[in-house]
């Protein structure tokens, strides 16, 4: 176990953070492992000796198809892995040739996380006003053609581009639907299941990818799975893995204790899950009835943890539906 307050939290500068290095000094963890993308992007920033600790540890030829998704996904089109159609978006003609092969399309930032960054759009005002929204950012905005299939996620852990710890499944309630988190899952059988996996494999293979990462992947008309985002971390509903049987945490340790992650494992299909607590407290438009269904797939082995996530749940629920007043003079 590590000391208490053995951890940094977000915003993360751009510069080398002296208090940082002191703590991983103090701490001397065998492993750092950041739990978003901004923090993976602020430890390439840090001296080597303390991001050799990361996990994954990205090599810096790779660290740009990183910052900008186009350019991961135009690499795999090379890989032999199938891709949306798209075009790249720099000026409002290319927004009206997108627009005029027709609609509707998804605009994506390069850099996205969730439904941040990504916005469907039915109309061609829609399409102009999201670029430019989104091409005052550093990366890249492109049009992606719009496939009407249903979305799946495929994670897991992997070591030099193998996946010991796998798991996939269809991505089956959304919020916001089509483009946002995943609040409910279900793990896929075959042929699926093995179709993302090899496809995930090419990917992490050609990254040398070791550590844990997971993808989305689109199923289109045609039943040909399609990649469209990467995420190089433990993503936020890895929990369904638990659920599935895929020992993806026990992977995780014995490689940062030993360097082996063990036997490998999958998810076992039919394996439905809702993401706690985001399907209790996020916002969505299920019923209040239908949200406490997600209490049964919380992690009750842990109650401090359930407990925590609740109540962290709830104050944000609080803090959505109670206007922020300012504080009135009192009376003279």
Same mark, same amino acid.
């Given at each position: 176990?590590?000391?208490?307050?053995?951890?940094?939290?977000?915003?993360?500068?751009?510069?080398?953070?002296?208090?940082?290095?002191?703590?991983?000094?103090?701490?001397?963890?065998?492993?750092?492992?950041?739990?978003?993308?901004?923090?993976?992007?602020?430890?390439?920033?840090?001296?080597?000796?303390?991001?050799?600790?990361?996990?994954?540890?990205?090599?810096?030829?790779?660290?740009?198809? =990183?910052?900008?998704?186009?350019?991961?996904? +135009? $690499? !795999? %089109?090379?890989?032999?892995?199938?891709?949306? #159609?798209? *075009?790249?978006?720099?000026?409002?003609?290319?927004?009206?040739?997108?627009?005029?092969?027709?609609?509707?399309?998804?605009?994506?930032?390069?850099?996205?996380?969730?439904?941040?960054?990504?916005?469907?759009?039915?109309?061609?005002?829609?399409?102009?006003?999201?670029?430019?929204?989104?091409?005052?950012?550093?990366?890249?905005?492109?049009?992606?053609?719009?496939?009407?299939?249903?979305?799946? =996620?495929?994670?897991?852990?992997?070591?030099? +581009? $193998? !996946? %010991?710890?796998?798991?996939?499944?269809?991505? #089956?309630? *959304?919020?916001?639907?089509?483009?946002?988190?995943?609040?409910?899952?279900?793990?896929?059988?075959?042929?699926?299941?093995?179709?993302?996996?090899?496809?995930?494999?090419?990917?992490?293979?050609?990254?040398?990818?070791?550590?844990?990462?997971?993808?989305?992947?689109?199923?289109?008309?045609?039943?040909?799975?399609?990649?469209?985002?990467?995420?190089?971390?433990?993503?936020?509903?890895?929990?369904?893995?638990?659920?599935?049987?895929?020992?993806?945490?026990?992977?995780?340790?014995?490689?940062?204790?030993?360097?082996?992650?063990?036997?490998?494992?999958?998810?076992?299909?039919?394996?439905?899950?809702?993401?706690?607590?985001?399907?209790?407290?996020?916002?969505?438009?299920?019923?209040?009835?239908?949200?406490?269904?997600?209490?049964?797939?919380?992690?009750?082995?842990?109650?401090?943890?359930?407990?925590?996530?609740?109540?962290?749940?709830?104050?944000?629920?609080?803090r959505r539906v109670v206007p922020k007043t300012k504080p009135g003079k009192a009376a003279g």
């Amino acid at each position: 176990m590590y000391p208490y307050r053995s951890y940094a939290k977000e915003p993360f500068q751009d510069q080398r953070s002296d208090s940082f290095a002191a703590l991983v000094e103090r701490v001397d963890p065998a492993c750092i492992i950041p739990c978003s993308e901004q923090a993976l992007h602020w430890m390439w920033k840090q001296p080597a000796h303390i991001q050799e600790r990361s996990l994954p540890n990205v090599a810096p030829a790779i660290r740009p198809l =990183l910052l900008d998704r186009a350019l991961l996904l +135009g $690499e !795999a %089109v090379g890989w032999q892995v199938a891709t949306p #159609t798209s *075009m790249r978006l720099n000026s409002h003609d290319d927004c009206r040739a997108g627009i005029a092969a027709g609609l509707p399309l998804m605009v994506k930032s390069g850099q996205s996380v969730g439904s941040t960054g990504v916005a469907l759009c039915h109309t061609a005002d829609e399409v102009i006003s999201t670029f430019d929204k989104f091409s005052g950012r550093a990366a890249s905005v492109t049009a992606q053609r719009y496939y009407v299939g249903p979305t799946y =996620l495929a994670g897991g852990l992997f070591v030099h +581009g $193998e !996946a %010991v710890h796998f798991y996939a499944g269809q991505k #089956t309630v *959304m919020w916001p639907p089509l483009t946002g988190y995943a609040y409910e899952l279900r793990s896929a059988g075959e042929p699926h299941f093995f179709t993302l996996l090899q496809a995930a494999q090419t990917v992490c293979k050609n990254l040398e990818w070791t550590g844990p990462a997971s993808f989305d992947f689109v199923l289109d008309e045609d039943g040909q799975f399609r990649f469209v985002d990467f995420n190089p971390r433990l993503w936020g509903s890895a929990g369904a893995t638990v659920a599935a049987r895929v020992d993806l945490y026990g992977g995780i340790e014995r490689w940062i204790r030993c360097g082996d992650a063990g036997t490998p494992s999958r998810s076992v299909p039919g394996i439905s899950h809702r993401v706690f607590p985001k399907y209790t407290w996020d916002p969505s438009d299920m019923s209040v009835w239908r949200r406490l269904m997600a209490l049964r797939d919380a992690p009750w082995d842990a109650p401090s943890l359930v407990a925590g996530e609740l109540l962290h749940g709830l104050g944000g629920r609080v803090r959505r539906v109670v206007p922020k007043t300012k504080p009135g003079k009192a009376a003279g």
